[in-house]
């Protein structure tokens, strides 16, 4: 099967947003991830629902509801510890070039996360983003991310992310491929030891399969 989304050259990725807790919820299980040099990268996932023509899970109340009880039910089930931020979905901007600023480093890249989703922490204003710096170890983040360089990185991300054809976050991109979500982890490590299972009849016929007219009657 010939891979849809060349864009990575075969480079393993790791695409996450903060304003994710699966994002936060798969980083946690680091160490179960397949031994392979993934790059962490920061997207904007509000830019990519954007560009995809697909709705933000807050804009529907019942599915904000939902998955806040689903990612608060990972948690406890995987025995991560887990707090809400005070308001959802904030904005992440800050720090996402944060990340950015950092080189998107694990250590720190955890820290950020952990600030939010663990300690329960708001980021986006002047005084969470600044006990966010203190707390990473940067507190000359504060200035230096409204550096355009910084800024200019993040917009290639998320330009990046839509060249691979990323929908979401959390998305792990192995050998071209593409695995969405918090859940796909043990897809992730069977396709990692048994490459040759996307090259089976099954696999292959049903990445093929035709949309259905758009007159059909799907009532």
Known sequence: MSAPHSASGG???FFFDFI????????E???????????????????LLDRWGQPHAATIPSKRVFTYRHALFRAEQLGIPF?????HPFDPSKPLRLAVLAGGKTACVRDIFRYIWREGRDPSGPEGFRALCAHVGMPEAEARIEDEDIKAQLRENNERAAEMGVFGVPTFVVNDQIFWGEDTLPMVLY???????LEGAEVRRISALPIAPRDADFG
């Open 11 to 13: 480079k393993p990725y």
């Open 20 to 27: 994710s807790p699966f994002s936060y919820l798969l980083l």
């Open 29 to 47: 299980q680091h160490e179960k991830w397949p031994g392979m040099p993934f790059e962490l990268v920061p997207i904007q996932l509000m830019k």
């Open 83 to 87: 707090k809400m931020p005070p308001a």
């Open 191 to 197: 396709v990692a030891r048994s490459p040759n299972w």
